[in-house]
């Protein structure tokens, strides 16, 4: 693992300084569409979608093949659906073996059926006789009626997307695909409706590149940019990601949270208030004579909370308050105890992850509102008291705070990775502990150097000279704990394995 500094950053200082940057404009537009240009760079990795934009890529996907193999849209709509929404598979599938393609998408391969010229035509499905402007077929030539088309197409979709979506022609031994024209044409603004509402998460379903957000209630979808290696997501509906805790692990340690209430019971039969002061005691020893802490020092009894003098010297000063049941139930106490201090244990461990976990998202949500204010106002601010462009720092400062937001969700979810990792792995919990510890101290430098020594640079009265040396520090440090935080999260999603090579 390399802890050297990336000076990349520092060393663009000078760029900045010098104007040589693209951002040469001091005017205030330029400066915040750099500033969303920053915000977004963690998000090139994938795209949000919301429906329109969804609806928008779903239509070129079918203009692009439809002009590409110079088919009907619907015919290439169907090629589509069949080979989920991959414009390359249908076309290497078409010009592989157009005549296959054809057959297991339902479009016809040869002359539909002659119509008999006649005015009127028989349903194949109700077998009644009408004029034919009231009989519809598909490409095949089978002539049904429109209420029976009708009944067709809402029977199926009914029963789900799998089977409107690969709606065939109704006659024996037809297998021509039913597309959404049909639909359109025959079925009730209802039913339209809900096909429609198929096509669209069928684009999003059955793509290998999509996803829909897991939050409730969020409908907006994610389109990866595949083989990014980064799976991480926070949709326009700040449901968070869990990187490199797995779904699994993020699972077990949010069921455990819920659970711990049931610790909280633990802890009240664990600690009492003393009878006199009434602050809190713990019990840490087995005996049940209990001494206050000072100035109090009152003795009492822990089980009954009793004055300890009242339980008399003839008893040994033990179960004094019901002593027949704890004489038969010596045992039976120890074990309790052993229980006792288990359960004691267990929860101060599940006590040093949680509350780990649970500052280090109080400092994402802090960072997060520093962000915002630092965009929003202490830049124009910072600006004013070192009489420079804001364009000048502003890349470093906020890249920074970027990097601190993403590194506290992080590190949050590396204590829920580390709860669960086996205790007896005593090699990876060494190596996973060397990790977290690099990390967390680079990022506690870099949060700190972000906040409270940039304050003073916005308190100063005056310009100072010292602030593009600080510019350089802060810019190397991001760098630093960018590295430590790529080693660790490397490592953790694969498993520690460099620990398992080193073993062998």
């Known amino acids: 693992m390399s802890s050297e500094v990336d000076m990349h950053d520092a060393n663009d200082l000078d760029d900045f300084y010098s104007g040589d940057t693209v951002m040469r404009s001091d005017d205030e537009d330029g400066y915040y569409d750099f500033v969303d240009i920053i915000s977004h760079r963690q998000q090139q990795n994938y795209t949000i979608l919301n429906e329109a934009d969804i609806q928008q890529q779903q239509e070129e996907d079918i203009n692009r093949v439809s002009t590409i193999l110079s088919l009907p849209r619907v015919a290439a709509c169907s090629l589509l659906r069949h080979y989920n929404w991959s414009v390359s598979r249908v076309t290497d599938e078409w010009f592989a073996d157009e005549a296959n393609a054809r057959r297991v998408v339902g479009l016809l391969e040869k002359k539909p059926i002659e119509i008999p010229n006649s005015p009127e035509l028989t349903c194949g499905i109700c077998f009644e006789n009408y004029p034919r402007d009231r009989m519809n077929s598909t490409a095949c030539g089978h002539p049904f009626c429109s209420a029976c088309w009708r009944a067709y197409i809402g029977t199926s979709i009914s029963d789900g997307p799998g089977w409107s979506l690969s709606l ?62 980064n799976y991480d997501v926070c949709c326009n509906c700040t449901e968070e990601a869990h990187r490199p805790a797995d779904c699994s692990t993020v699972a077990k340690w949010m069921l455990k949270n819920s659970s711990e209430f049931a610790n909280m019971n ?56 019901n002593r027949y049941e704890a004489a038969k139930q010596e045992g039976a106490y120890d074990e309790s105890e052993r229980r006792r201090e288990m359960a004691k244990k267990s929860l101060e461990r599940y006590t040093h992850y949680y509350e780990r976990w649970t500052m280090n998202e109080l400092s994402r949500q802090k960072a997060l509102t520093d962000l915002h204010s630092m965009q929003t106002e202490k830049l124009e601010k910072l600006s004013g008291k070192q009489r420079q462009p804001a364009w000048r720092f ?29 205790e007896h792995e005593h090699a990876k919990r060494q190596f996973f502990e060397y990790l977290q510890g690099e990390a967390e101290s680079g990022l506690e430098h870099l949060h700190q150097c972000a906040e409270k020594e940039l304050q003073g640079y916005l308190d100063a009265e005056s310009p100072s000279k010292d602030f593009k040396n600080y510019l350089t520090k802060l810019a190397g440090l991001t760098s630093v704990t960018r590295n430590y935080f790529e080693n660790l999260v490397r490592a953790l999603e694969t498993g520690l394995k460099d620990v398992e090579a080193i073993d062998q």
């Not at 006659?171 to 639909?183: E, H, I, L, N, W």
């Not at 429609?196 to 389109?223: F, M, Q, V």
């Not at 890349?395 to 990775?417: D, G, M, N, P, S």
Request: charged share 20%; aromatic share 12%; hydrophobic share 35%.
């Open 168 to 229: 065939r022609c109704p006659g024996p031994s037809c297998g021509v695909a039913v597309g959404q024209d049909m639909v359109n044409l025959l079925a009730t603004d209802e039913d339209k409706e809900k096909y429609s509402r198929y096509l669209l998460r069928s684009y999003i379903e059955d793509n290998r590149k999509t996803k829909w957000c897991p939050a409730p209630g969020c409908d907006h979808a994610i389109e990866f940019v595949l083989g990014s290696g």
């Open 266 to 321: 633990w802890i009240s039969a664990n600690s009492k208030p003393c009878p006199k002061c009434k602050r809190p005691i713990e019990k840490n020893q087995g005996c049940m004579h209990m001494t206050c802490t000072p100035p109090c020092r009152f003795e009492f009894c822990w089980l009954c909370l009793g004055a300890w003098s009242d339980h008399g010297e003839s008893t040994g000063g033990f179960y004094a308050c």
């Open 394 to 422: 502003m890349f470093i400062i906020t890249e920074a705070w970027l990097q601190i937001v993403e590194c506290r969700r992080v590190l949050k979810w590396t204590y829920a990775y580390g709860f669960y990792l086996p």
